[in-house]
């Protein structure tokens, strides 16, 4: 039983270049989501998703998108690379009302 | 909207001394409250959760939390710490009916010295 399966784990980008982030998870669950933590700000959600077809914006989305592929996979695309999204990034699953499990995390550079 | 505090960004104590960790949120509605912890390099783990029923519960590696409703405060305790519970250790809700939307505070780093 994998969990919830980030891929790739690092990966340095020059600014203006895309790319996606992929994230699935074994466990059946409805909700997905998309954090990315910074230094001394916690995790700040960037979209999620309640249930397979629905997405939503979380409290940082500006210069993300989402797609939930179906109900296993969950991805995250920077069409336009910026040093401040340099970050590491986590995806997440759960069901409602219980508590959410996290990849290990994809650690993001922007040069 | 909602939002989570926690109180104090470092903590550090010594081994075998008692710790607690700070939380208090804000929310219009009723909550979920959950306690999760960061070892290095790694993801995140649940320690505990609130969900109904005793305000005082109980996680993994003898820590325990204690919901109180009426100061919107859910604080982390531990009677004696060790060198191994060194991490960073954050505090979360979900509000009862937004989608299982998660929402975490800024996180606490725990150092226990010998």
């Known amino acids: 039983n994998a969990g919830v399966t980030q891929t790739p784990k690092f990966q340095v980008l020059k600014t203006g270049q895309s790319m996606t982030l992929q994230c699935a998870q074994d466990m059946n669950h409805n909700s997905m989501y998309w954090y990315r933590q910074d230094p001394g700000m916690g995790l700040r959600l960037i979209y999620y998703s309640a249930s397979e077809g629905t997405t939503d914006k979380g409290e940082v989305p500006n210069g993300y998108n989402v797609s939930r592929l179906n109900k296993r996979e969950f991805s995250l695309r920077l069409e336009s690379a910026a040093p401040s999204q340099t970050s590491v990034y986590f995806c997440?699953?759960?069901?409602?009302?219980?508590?959410?499990?996290f990849g290990q995390g994809t650690r993001l550079t922007v040069v | 909207a909602q939002s989570v505090t926690q109180l104090d960004s470092q903590v550090p104590v010594f081994e075998e001394a008692p710790v607690e960790l700070r939380c208090n949120y804000s929310?219009?509605?009723?909550?979920?409250l959950f306690w999760y912890v960061q070892y290095p390099n790694q993801g995140l783990q649940l320690l505990l959760k609130y969900l109904s029923g005793s305000t005082l519960v109980k996680g993994i590696n003898g820590f325990e939390a204690e919901f109180n409703k009426s100061q919107t405060s859910f604080h982390l305790r531990k009677p004696s710490v060790h060198i191994s519970d060194t991490a960073e250790y954050f505090c979360?809700?979900?509000?009862?009916?937004?989608?299982?939307?998660?929402?975490f505070g800024q996180g606490t780093e725990l150092s226990v010295k010998p």
């Open positions: 929310s219009s509605v009723s909550v979920y």
């Open positions: 979360a809700v979900r509000p009862y009916n937004q989608g299982g939307k998660l929402i």
């Open positions: 997440a699953s759960s069901v409602v009302a219980r508590e959410a499990f």
